[in-house]
């Protein structure tokens, strides 16, 4: 599903964010990528979504060679892939309902389709009787939410979740897990990048661990330690 072969990314002479780096994810899995920051897990993340590009290797997402991707050809691979952010990134003057059919309407999808999708969206993130409220009105685990039904709206086959609980309480953190579990469990891949040692130790399924942009571990299932 993903393969990253060789892959180097240098900022400046003293900034490199990536070493050489060599990863295979296959379909269904669920991956965390862990690392401080500074480590290279949110250049990894732009990079599947082709924000960044490698100065040397090759990333492929299924048989497609995204490496030197065209411009035009982006907007497809981001539907490809949902992006999920630390900080929600919602649209403040939408609705919960807005914000998910705005990622569907900018595709170019019917209103009929939008409203069938949409309310399906928000009752598997537990969202169902919160669609008319407004980001300033939900907690920070609810836009949370949010924001992984919008990253859904295209049926995406992975999702890349960069730091999805870091601004959120243990509780909120664990409920935010649990959705992201129960959609690997549909089949979608989950790349999580995090530094919570407590997400990674409850989950108990495969870890890599960065630190100054090389791959130190490649473990799967157990306890782990920063």
């Known amino acids: 599903m993903i393969k990253i072969h060789g892959v180097t990314k240098i900022y400046t002479a003293d900034s490199v964010a990536l070493r050489d780096i ?9 991956v965390s990528i862990i690392g401080q920051s500074g480590s ?17 290797g090759k990333i492929e997402i299924g048989d497609w060679d995204i490496t030197n991707i065209e411009g035009g050809e982006i907007p497809y691979l981001r539907r490809q892939i949902g992006m999920i952010f630390q900080d929600y990134k919602l649209l403040p003057k939408k609705t919960v309902y807005e914000n998910v059919a705005f990622a ?34 939900l907690s920070g685990g609810e836009q949370q939410r949010v924001a992984i039904a919008r990253s859904l709206a295209h049926r995406p086959k992975i999702i890349v979740a960069d ?64």
């Open 22 to 30: 060599n990863l295979q994810i296959k379909a269904g899995e669920f």
């Open 163 to 226: 730091e999805p609980t870091g601004n959120l309480d243990t509780i909120n953190t664990a409920e935010i897990i649990q959705i992201l579990t129960k959609i690997n469990e549909f089949g979608t891949t989950i790349v999580l990048l995090t530094h919570n040692r407590e997400v990674v130790n409850h989950l108990r399924r495969r870890v890599i661990t960065l630190h100054e942009g090389q791959i130190t571990i490649d473990q799967e299932g157990g306890k782990y330690v920063l």
């Open 104 to 137: 569907l309407e900018v595709a170019g999808e019917s209103n009929h389709r939008i409203r069938q999708v949409v309310p399906q969206l928000l009752e598997v993130v537990g969202l169902g009787e919160r669609q008319e409220r407004y980001p300033y009105q």
């Open 40 to 56: 290279g897990k949110t250049t990894l993340a732009k990079m599947l979504i082709a924000e960044e590009r490698p100065n040397k």
